[in-house]
T-cell receptor, first 115, second 115 residues
């Protein structure tokens, strides 16, 4: 079975400071990893994904994430947070070899960036 | 142009009624999904169709029945609505056969309230 953990329900940072939203995963094989963002009353929007290759993945709106196989983590980062980054962030995993392509989502982390 | 659209956006109904939610994607994708997001914002996959064929069917009550008239549409019909069905339902689509590295594109959601 595959699973995703987002250990923090809430992350608070000041505008201009770096932010990190944590994600760890568990799959039987090699993973595909995704980050999505959900703004209030909106659908999820794709930010970035790790497929293979370079462990540092760059995505939309200045976000990046680092795949760490030994720690089974895929933390989302941004060097300088904006108030407009405040939203709900979801990490998702897909096992490359099983589950018929089913994505498992974490429980979400609410990011609040204060001016 | 809206990539993944859902109708209606809001649906308020009485217990015991039958209702449908429609989803259409104009991205030319082969795979479509239904997700349920509960009041705690947890996101769970319900169904997935690839080229009108069911490929993922999670543990969902039989009262929920997806229908895909063509690969651009995936509708969700719910019989005998219960209070616990109140949630936001998201439709999504992806290229390919729903496996591997495909990014999912989400609709804006349908907020279902059962009274």
């Amino acid at each position: 079975a595959q699973s995703v953990a987002q250990p923090e329900d809430q992350v608070n940072v000041a505008e201009g400071n770096p932010l990190t939203v944590k994600c760890t995963y568990s799959v039987s094989g090699n993973p595909y990893l995704f980050w999505y963002v959900q703004y209030p009353n909106r659908g999820l929007q794709f930010l970035l994904k790790y497929i293979t290759g370079d462990n540092l993945v760059k995505g939309s709106y200045g976000f990046e994430a680092e795949f760490n196989k030994s720690q089974t983590s895929f933390h989302l980062k941004k060097p300088s947070a904006l108030v407009s980054d405040s939203a709900l962030y979801f990490c998702a995993v897909r096992d490359r070899w099983g589950n018929a392509g089913k994505s498992t989502f974490g429980d979400g982390t609410t990011l609040t960036v204060k001016p | 142009d809206t990539a993944v659209s859902q109708t209606p956006k809001y649906l308020v109904t009485q217990m015991g009624n039958d209702k449908s939610i429609k989803c259409e994607q104009n991205l030319g994708h082969d795979t479509m999904y239904w997700y349920k997001q509960d009041s705690k914002k947890f996101l769970k996959i319900m169904f997935s169709y690839n080229n009108k064929e069911l490929i993922i069917n999670e543990t969902v009550p039989n009262r929920f029945s997806p229908k895909s008239p063509d690969k651009a549409h995936l509708n969700l019909h719910i019989n005998s609505l219960e209070l616990g069905d109140s949630a936001v339902y998201f439709c999504a689509s992806s290229q390919g056969q729903g496996q591997g590295s495909d990014t999912q594109y989400f609709g804006p959601g349908t907020r279902l309230t059962v009274l």
